[in-house]
């Protein structure tokens, strides 16, 4: 069983910067992808940002310039680098990755960590 696990959430002010970090309890180069996505209260989960296992990165587009995604192989670890935090960047984050098996796509969830931006 896949696990995933979070740590870096917590308080930052506005214009702030956090460091997020997902341990993966296996290679994270044997899964297509590694993301983060969040959830604030009372919306969708949506993507953050991507990398895949050829190390190209996606970021949704009001994180470009403010999110850097990266990896260390090395440690199974995903790093997701935020400044510049606002309010609405307020969220639970949750690392995410998937494998295809021929068409079945596999995904894979850690728990969530709290980002809490003051004003």
């Known amino acids: 069983q896949v696990q995933l696990v979070e740590s870096g959430g917590g308080l930052v002010q506005a214009g702030g910067s956090l460091r997020l970090s997902c341990a993966a309890s296996?290679?994270?180069?044997?899964?297509?992808?590694m993301g983060w996505y969040r959830q604030a209260p009372g919306k969708q989960r949506e993507l953050v940002a991507a990398?895949?296992?050829?190390?190209?990165?996606n970021y949704a587009d009001s994180m470009k310039g403010r999110f850097t995604i990266s990896r260390d192989s090395a440690k199974n670890t995903v790093y997701l680098q935020m400044s510049s935090l606002n309010v609405e960047d307020a969220a639970v984050y949750y690392c995410?990755?998937?494998?295809?098996?021929?068409?079945?796509?596999?995904?894979?969830w850690g728990q969530g960590t709290q980002v809490t931006v003051s004003s």
């Open positions: 296996e290679n994270i180069l044997s899964f297509n992808a």
């Open positions: 990398i895949t296992i050829g190390g190209n990165t």
């Open positions: 995410n990755a998937f494998r295809m098996l021929l068409t079945a796509r596999y995904d894979y």
